[in-house]
């Protein structure tokens, strides 16, 4: 175990430190897909690679009896809908895991369901397939499927910058260390040639193939293209003889520490109810890969925080901007990255609960029957093809306490007949918070176990590799800041995670 070096250097200036160090790189062109691991061996149907929960209701059904919203629950800690975006940013740097195309796992939609099935047919399903897998795994029960994360596990800005060498080659203007951007110093325009989500109609490149998903994670990805372009050009002009090169992963460096920063310092201590355990130094016996349980069941959580009014000035709704690039390419009634990031700084998002808004349980990404999906189903069911045991069963294998109330109890025996056979991300989210977090025991673990793992099975991260002046640059750095140096916002908080009293929208 190594602690954080060059404090020989702390009473240096920390910009000159920045560009006259020598720094070991991340190398984009040495990553290799890995298999999410298992905290609690998978539970197959045949126990190598059918589905679980074979007996269970169809997803669509608990969805419709446990999760369906009737009305606004803003959140107890006030925070914003800022604070989810946050996670889903981070969500997207850490975890890929792509559907495959052979293996269709529809969901049977209830006879009569209001919004799949308002004819009674019987017959609708929303559509499903099951996810990519390690192709040498699934042989035996000795050999179970493994599915595979196409990202890597670090805090490592990959969102940002793209996990591959075509994708970062493409997103790289090769001259001062900057970035490509398009007109209003947005993100590049794709030519289509690389891999985009709903590929047609997502004008913009960024790092992560999903960057286009919603006009605020849009707008997320932006600001952080702006950030490294700030840095770059800071570096330009204090070392004019430095490379394009030299320039951009430096630049880098500081994007990767303040994201590192601002997760482990605003977003986490909120979510969690308190700060992380300081950082004791990189151990290189750490995996820091993702959990199957983590990535398809606990840090799913942020689905509840979702709020469908973020836009209501503009009479847009939540479902109104999924993959729609083209309202900020026309500027749909002034609307840009700018107001779009304050008004979700300055809006409450949902309580952290098993409730979620029909925006993503109804209409995502369309209209039902029109290519629209229901959110919740596909989380159970994602969990089901990843083979994850039932809720009690890893509940009892990781040792955390009882903590549903007797009425969620009381539901969920009426919904899945028994407390036996409950999937997790439901069972997770129906436990009552853990003393100061947003989390039940099971999920709170669960999410903060894996981004210890994440900090400190990572020897770039941020506080490994600063030297001392530059990491209390990073240190004293906010969300807020990075808003206010990039964005033409004015008066914002400075937590922005978080809604002043003040603010009452929801």
Aim: glycine share 6%; net charge negative.
């Amino acid at each position: 175990m190594t602690k954080s070096k060059h404090c020989n250097e702390c009473c240096e200036d920390p910009l000159e430190q920045l560009v006259y160090i020598k720094f070991k790189y991340r190398k984009t062109c040495d990553f290799q897909e890995g298999n999410l691991i298992r905290l609690t061996p998978p539970a197959y149907g045949d126990g190598i690679n059918t589905p679980a929960g074979s007996g269970r209701p169809s997803a669509r059904l608990i969805s419709n009896l446990i999760f369906d919203q009737k009305h606004s629950i803003p959140n107890s800690k006030r925070a914003s809908n800022m604070f989810w975006l946050w996670g889903q940013f981070v969500d997207h740097a850490i975890t890929l895991v792509k559907d495959g195309d052979s293996e269709s796992f529809d969901i049977p939609v209830p006879t009569g369901d209001p919004h799949f099935d308002p004819q009674s047919t019987g017959t609708k399903v929303i559509p499903f397939h099951r996810s990519q897998f390690n192709p040498t795994t699934g042989t035996s029960t000795s050999n179970p499927r493994l599915q595979i994360n196409s990202l890597t596990p670090f805090l490592d800005a990959d969102s940002v910058y793209g996990v591959d060498c075509k994708r970062n080659h493409y997103i790289r203007l090769y001259k001062d260390g900057l970035l490509k951007t398009s007109a209003n110093d947005m993100m590049p325009i794709t030519d289509f040639s690389l891999d985009n989500a709903m590929k047609h109609i997502s004008l913009f490149l960024g790092g992560d193939v999903r960057a286009n998903e919603h006009l605020g994670l849009i707008a997320m990805h932006c600001l952080w293209v702006r950030e490294h372009n700030h840095w770059a050009k800071v570096i330009k002009e204090l070392n004019c003889h430095l490379c394009d090169e030299e320039i951009y992963q430096r630049a880098r460096i500081m994007v990767e520490a303040e994201i590192q920063h601002i997760t482990f310092n605003e977003f986490l201590p909120l979510l969690l109810g308190k700060p992380l355990p300081c950082y004791q130094g990189y151990c290189s016996h750490i995996d820091p890969q993702v959990s199957n349980e983590f990535s398809t069941a606990a840090y799913r959580l942020g689905h509840s925080l979702l709020s469908s009014k973020i836009y209501g000035k503009y009479k847009l709704r939540l479902k109104d901007t999924y993959f729609v690039p083209h309202m900020l390419c026309n500027s749909y009634k002034g609307l840009d990255i700018d107001k779009i990031l304050k008004l979700f700084s300055e809006s409450l998002a949902q309580e952290l609960d098993a409730k979620v808004i029909d925006d993503v349980r109804n209409f995502l990404f369309g209209q039902p029957g029109q290519g629209g999906l229901d959110l919740v189903s596909l989380n159970i069911q994602r969990g089901r093809d990843h083979g994850l045991p039932d809720y009690e069963t890893i509940r009892q294998a990781l040792g955390t306490p009882d903590a549903l109330s007797q009425e969620s109890k009381d539901l969920l025996i009426n919904v899945y007949g028994n407390l036996n056979d409950v999937d997790l991300w439901a069972g997770g989210l129906l436990e009552e918070p853990k003393h100061c977090s947003m989390l039940g025991p099971l999920f709170h673990k669960i999410v903060k176990e894996q981004f210890e793992k994440i900090r400190d099975g990572d020897k770039f991260w941020y506080e490994n590799r600063l030297p001392c002046a530059l990491l209390n640059t990073v240190k004293e750095t906010k969300l807020s800041d990075i808003l206010k140096r990039n964005c033409g916002v004015d008066h914002i908080h400075e937590y922005v995670m978080i809604v002043p009293h003040k603010h009452h929208c929801c």
